[in-house]
């Protein structure tokens, strides 16, 4: 049974996927898409690695979003209103990514995660520092 700290991370990371997806969707510039697409390819094989582990362990794999996503997507809809396509995407990305990282670096931190989840999460802890810095630079280039 995975530890209630690596499943939030599953969530999270759920949530994340999916709100690349929505941002892609946002975008305007052909350009921006793109590298939207290829780092939603990267965090859906993040997600894939964490769910093998939910997986081993007997749990159900993730597949839909958490409540809390929901009501941060809500609100970023909201908002997207006053905000241009390419500009609230980068914003909206930077947001996601530094709040997924800080998630990661806490559960590393934490003593209760079990071994194997450890070392899972320190795999896919690369890829989720790869989408913060891309979160910094597509936000100041569209700032």
Known sequence: MATTIFKSLVDTTFDSVDGYRKAAEKADSAQLKSAL????????????ALNAELQRQGDELVTKGTMTGAAHRLWADITDVFEKGDEAAAERVE????YLKNKFEEALEHADLHEQERAVVQQCYAEICEGERFGDMIEKQYD
Do not use: V
């Not at 697409?37 to 894939?48: H, K, M, S, V």
């Not at 947001?95 to 530094?98: A, F, H, N, S, W």
């Open 37 to 48: 697409a290829g780092r939603l390819e990267a965090r859906q094989q993040t997600l894939e």
């Open 95 to 98: 947001e996601g990514e530094d």
